[in-house]
């Protein structure tokens, strides 16, 4: 028996409702999606609601693919015109979801983490930033036990750098990679507000702060550290013992320590994260260490993970004489 769609002709088929919103929410996806970006990335839109714009543009390209696959099975089924519309919503929707699919790969895979540091017991301090961060954005607190070996376990490349170099050059490098990133400058001085030492330096190869097998070795330091206080004077605290050895002594020893703060942004949506970067003068050289912390966001997806490495890959290059 012949089927009762195969007796239609093209123009008698009904088209897939399915299949026409598949390509219009597909479509209109494309120019919500640049306004959210762009509003976001210049100010127009402020970051918690750019993230429920966010959620709301991927709920809409949900329903576009789920819409085309329906609109593929009235196609199959009944006969009803969808081919055309199914398929062009159906990829575009597809290719506007990967960058999600990805992230959501990185959430579920990377720990929720959003404060990397390269000193876990003791991370630089931020001080000229907490004037630019609002209340409700992420604290700024010390690592859990918890969060040390997570990060210990997925981002075994963070570690501080010792230089045998003057600390003014090292510290006139970091503010040029700094400035080189288009990243907000906020601050660049000594914990006493004086301008930076002459920049000689040795020239001599830097390395990672690493033990034999490459792990993060915990820097050796003396059981005090001065970090800022918000009105700029320098605090003394003491360091609690590192479970990887290091020990502690009664002996308080004043460093001179020099501190880089900046606000960096994502490259497409412009979401912004606080960095800081201390750099403390010792016998032979320099010791350098990073931190960065998203502002939103209980979940990073790796990326200040990647700004610490690749800026800190930079700064040996730099240091080396091996950057442009």
């Given at each position: 028996?012949?089927?009762h769609?195969?007796?239609?002709?093209?123009?008698?088929?009904?088209?897939?409702?399915?299949?026409?919103?598949c390509?219009?929410?597909?479509?209109?996806?494309?120019?919500?999606?640049?306004?959210?970006?762009?509003?976001?990335?210049?100010?127009?839109?402020?970051?918690?609601?750019?993230?429920?714009?966010?959620?709301?543009?991927?709920?809409?390209?949900?329903?576009?693919?789920?819409?085309?696959?329906?609109?593929?099975?009235?196609?199959?089924?009944?006969?009803?015109?969808?081919?055309?519309?199914?398929?062009?919503?159906?990829?575009?929707?597809?290719?506007?979801?990967?960058?999600?699919?990805?992230?959501?790969?990185?959430?579920?895979?990377?720990?929720?983490?959003?404060?990397?540091?390269?000193?876990?017991?003791d991370?630089?301090?931020y001080?000229?930033?907490?004037?630019?961060?609002?209340?409700?954005?992420?604290?700024?607190?010390l690592?859990?036990?918890?969060?040390?070996?997570?990060?210990?376990?997925?981002?075994p490349?963070?570690?501080?750098?010792?230089?045998?170099?003057?600390?003014?050059?090292?510290?006139?490098?970091?503010?040029?990679?700094?400035?080189?990133?288009?990243?907000?400058?906020?601050?660049?001085t000594?914990?006493?507000?004086?301008?930076?030492?002459?920049?000689?330096?040795?020239?001599?190869?830097?390395?990672?702060?690493?033990?034999?097998?490459?792990?993060?070795?915990?820097?050796?330091?003396?059981?005090?550290?001065?970090?800022?206080?918000?009105?700029?004077?320098p605090?003394?605290?003491?360091?609690?013992?590192?479970?990887?050895?290091?020990?502690?002594?009664?002996?308080?020893?004043?460093?001179?320590?020099?501190y880089?703060?900046a606000?960096?942004?994502?490259?497409?949506?412009?979401?912004?994260?606080?960095?800081?970067?201390?750099?403390?003068?010792e016998?032979?050289?320099?010791?350098?260490?990073?931190?960065?912390?998203?502002?939103?966001?209980?979940?990073?997806?790796?990326?200040n993970?990647?700004?610490?490495?690749?800026?800190?890959?930079?700064?040996?290059?730099?240091?080396?004489?091996?950057?442009?």
């Amino acid at each position: 028996m012949t089927n009762h769609f195969d007796r239609l002709s093209l123009s008698e088929r009904p088209q897939s409702l399915a299949a026409m919103w598949c390509q219009r929410l597909a479509v209109f996806a494309v120019p919500y999606f640049l306004i959210v970006i762009l509003g976001h990335r210049f100010g127009a839109i402020e970051t918690p609601p750019a993230f429920w714009l966010l959620g709301i543009g991927v709920l809409m390209l949900t329903a576009s693919v789920a819409s085309g696959i329906y609109g593929f099975y009235e196609l199959w089924t009944f006969g009803h015109k969808a081919g055309i519309s199914a398929t062009r919503g159906t990829l575009l929707g597809l290719f506007l979801l990967l960058p999600f699919l990805y992230h959501a790969v990185l959430a579920f895979s990377l720990p929720q983490l959003f404060d990397i540091s390269t000193d876990l017991d003791d991370p630089p301090a931020y001080d000229t930033v907490l004037n630019d961060r609002g209340e409700d954005m992420n604290p700024i607190v010390l690592p859990g036990e918890a969060q040390k070996q997570a990060q210990l376990t997925a981002y075994p490349r963070i570690a501080a750098r010792r230089y045998p170099l003057d600390t003014g050059r090292v510290f006139k490098a970091i503010v040029k990679l700094v400035k080189d990133r288009d990243w907000k400058l906020l601050a660049a001085t000594t914990i006493q507000g004086q301008a930076t030492v002459d920049d000689e330096g040795s020239g001599l190869v830097a390395k990672p702060v690493v033990d034999a097998q490459g792990n993060p070795l915990r820097v050796a330091l003396p059981t005090f550290r001065p970090s800022q206080s918000r009105d700029g004077t320098p605090v003394f605290d003491s360091i609690q013992v590192s479970p990887i050895g290091r020990e502690e002594t009664e002996e308080v020893e004043e460093q001179d320590e020099r501190y880089v703060e900046a606000v960096a942004r994502s490259f497409l949506l412009g979401f912004e994260s606080d960095v800081v970067i201390r750099l403390v003068e010792e016998e032979e050289g320099a010791l350098v260490d990073m931190r960065s912390t998203s502002r939103w966001g209980f979940h990073d997806l790796g990326s200040n993970a990647r700004r610490v490495v690749n800026f800190l890959t930079d700064l040996d290059a730099e240091l080396q004489g091996l950057s442009r």
